[in-house]
């Protein structure tokens, strides 16, 4: 169907200077609708203005949400490695506390060879300062126990401590009646401890034999060099076991009871001595004295 010429309007199109002019045949009904053209397009132009807005938004939004996750990640992450490091801590202290149950342990083997009661680990702590252990961390604290139990287990295996051999003794330290004649008085250097024929006798201390063989009254005698100018004397032995120069360590076998030298009947004689000079055995038989 044509339309009606006088819905047919003309549109002329004119230069600044008037030459060349053009004309355009526009359906009426579009002029008169120019301006609802004009505000949908406005009207899209705003819908879709604000439509980018809204999807910046959006995206700052999950911008903002994607740095919080990677902080959390880098977050957990932290709690990871310091979980770990506490982790590697914890078995490191557990490494330091078996090396000191370790030391106590070879000072308890010392002492029961000697017939003394080893000591406990329930107790083992620091020096006693009211605040010292607080400032240390574990690693310190185990540090220096098991640097102190390393010396202290040292000590012990190279002092002359216990028994020589497991029995009472029936002849102590200083003067005493002559066994030979009983109308004198006789220094004793040394105890006596009670024994059979061939009954072992061991070193109470770690050290080095410098006598093995015989040696006047003493009869078959053992001479143990230790540390700190002492040394162990042990007399009166049916047998010799070690020879001189040989290393020993505590609870070895120096020899056998016998009743060898200036001696009545089966024991041992037995004698500490600093700087070459007797002191009494007693001393050593128990850490309490």
């Known amino acids: 169907m044509k339309s009606k010429k006088k819905d047919i309007s003309t549109i002329m199109i004119l230069n600044k200077d008037r030459v060349g002019a053009k004309t355009i045949q526009v359906n009426t009904k579009h002029i008169s609708r120019f301006w609802h053209y004009v505000t949908g397009i406005l009207l899209l132009v705003v819908s879709l203005t604000l ?6 938004g959006q995206n700052q939004q999950k911008d ?3 740095q919080q996750l990677i902080a959390q990640i880098t977050k957990l992450k932290g709690h990871m490695a310091t979980v770990e490091s506490n982790a ?7 490494t330091y506390i078996q090396a ?3 030391k106590l342990q070879t000072i308890n083997s010392y002492l029961r060879k000697r017939g003394l009661p080893g000591f ?6 620091g020096s006693g300062g009211k605040h010292e252990e607080e400032d240390l961390t574990d690693k310190e604290k185990y540090t220096l126990y098991d640097e102190y139990l390393g010396r202290l287990a040292k000590t012990i295996a190279y002092t002359p401590m216990g028994y020589p051999r497991l029995s009472s003794f029936n002849s102590i330290f200083g003067y005493r009646s002559d066994p030979f004649n009983g109308a004198r008085a006789e220094y004793h250097p ?3 401890f009670k024994g059979n024929h061939g009954d072992p006798v061991k070193a109470t201390a770690t050290g080095t034999i410098v006598h093995a063989g015989w040696f006047g009254g003493y009869g078959n005698c053992v001479r143990i060099r230790h540390a700190n100018n002492l040394e162990t004397l042990y007399g009166h032995l049916s047998k010799i076991t070690v020879r001189e120069g040989q290393k020993v ?3 070895d076998v120096v020899g056998k009871v016998g ?3 200036h001696s009545t009947g089966s024991h041992l004689h037995y004698e500490v001595r600093r700087d070459g000079k007797p002191i009494n055995p007693v001393k050593f038989l128990s850490i309490s004295n």
Do not use: C, M
């Open 51 to 56: 439509s980018i807005f809204y999807l910046h």
């Open 64 to 66: 903002a949400e994607k």
């Open 88 to 94: 590697k801590e914890t078995q490191s202290a557990q």
């Open 100 to 102: 000191i149950e370790n």
């Open 120 to 125: 406990s680990n329930k107790k083992v702590g």
């Open 190 to 192: 040394g105890i006596d």
């Open 249 to 251: 360590t505590v609870g």
């Open 259 to 261: 009743s060898t030298g």
